[in-house]
């Protein structure tokens, strides 16, 4: 479990939640300083080695985890009191046996009180999703409705000087002139770049499938898109699954050294009929195995998404196959 551990430590130690990471026999093998203080340990080592199963965990005993993703359940405080938690599992398939990633944060028990009551506490996670959404695409269509139509107006603007004042204008003002201008083209093109990294304006108005095959196009290795989308998504699911896929894309091409990427995005067919089916959103490469360079970081920037959203996450590596990305969103979440 130690190279569990060493995998895991930067991106549990990113992560603004109380987390820790468990092995196939469900015992601590890594906890961030956040769990540590939610239980009121001093140091995160000493949790490990204890059993990293809430109470009220439905597999308590099996070795497995087959785990609703998210649940209420309760840990031990140091005190020897119970401290009522939500919880989400992240599975971590691995060749050396299943392991799992816990991501807690403080709830209300049944008599309504909570050890470390917080105004984010309550706050749906549906909502938190589509706020964080809203703000991407509001600062985005600022830049697009402000700043990029002042610089082309400015562009414009330029170009007419240059045209009325012909040869009539010194060298030295025509230099600096031009200079002018292609400063603005660059700021312009600029803008167009931070607006897309914010929100690209074709998810907006094509949907998720036509955006990640956009998305595809920008890398330096092919990326393959597949997926069976024939409706529009909720927003908040459409922008944070593109994010998370560009995350990914990243930590393949930038992190592992992939030399070939496919991401399919599709919607469950084994949901339950009854119910909306969920987003299943994959991304394979064939590069290195994750934990080195950048990738924690990026990997920690999905495990945020997939938990904003009350989704799972799976990561798997195997040297014949590569690196698997499997996220499961629910729709609507």
């Known amino acids: ?33 956040r769990v540590a203080a939610l239980t009121g340990h001093d140091s995160p080592s000493d949790l490990l080695g204890t059993d990293g199963r809430p109470g009220g ?10 785990a609703p993703s998210h649940r209420c359940g309760t840990l031990t405080h140091a005190d020897g009191s ?7 599992l992240v599975p971590l398939a691995r ?4 392991a799992a990633v816990y991501l807690f944060r403080t709830s209300a028990g049944p008599s309504g009180a909570t050890r470390e009551p917080s105004p984010k506490d309550g706050v749906p996670r549906a909502l938190a999703a589509q706020v964080c959404a809203d703000r ?21 603007g330029l170009s007419l000087a240059r045209e009325q004042l012909g040869g009539s204008l010194p ?27 914010l ?61 070939r990427v496919r991401v399919v995005a599709e919607l469950d067919p084994d949901s339950d009929p009854d119910l909306d089916p969920d987003l299943v959103v994959t991304v394979s490469d064939d590069g290195t195995a994750p934990g080195h360079g950048p990738e924690p970081a990026f990997l920690a920037a999905i495990a945020g998404r997939v938990a904003l959203l009350e989704g799972t996450l799976t990561v798997r590596h195997t040297p014949e196959e590569g690196t698997t990305i499997s996220v499961v969103i629910p729709v609507p979440y």
């Open 1 to 33: 479990m130690t190279s569990i551990a060493a995998e895991l430590r930067s991106i549990l130690d990113v992560i603004e939640q109380p987390a820790w990471a468990v092995d196939a026999d469900h015992r601590v093998s890594y906890a961030n300083p």
């Open 57 to 66: 965990h439905p597999g308590a005993r099996s070795r497995h985890h087959a």
């Open 82 to 88: 119970l401290l009522h938690v939500e919880w989400s």
């Open 95 to 98: 060749p050396d046996g299943e």
């Open 136 to 156: 991407c695409r509001t600062a985005a269509g600022s830049l697009r409705h402000g700043a990029q139509e002042r610089l082309a107006s400015l562009l414009l």
């Open 171 to 197: 060298s030295p003002g025509a230099r600096l002139l031009d200079d002018a201008a292609r400063d603005a083209e660059e700021a312009l093109a600029q803008v167009r770049e931070v607006t897309a990294a």
């Open 199 to 259: 929100y690209p304006g074709v998810l907006e108005l094509r949907g998720l499938t036509v955006a990640l095959t956009a998305l595809a196009e920008q890398w330096p290795v092919p990326v393959a898109v597949f997926g069976n989308l024939r409706r529009r998504l909720p927003d908040a699911v459409e922008t944070h699954a593109y994010f998370l896929v560009r995350d990914a894309l990243s930590r393949a091409v930038h992190g592992a050294g992939a030399g």
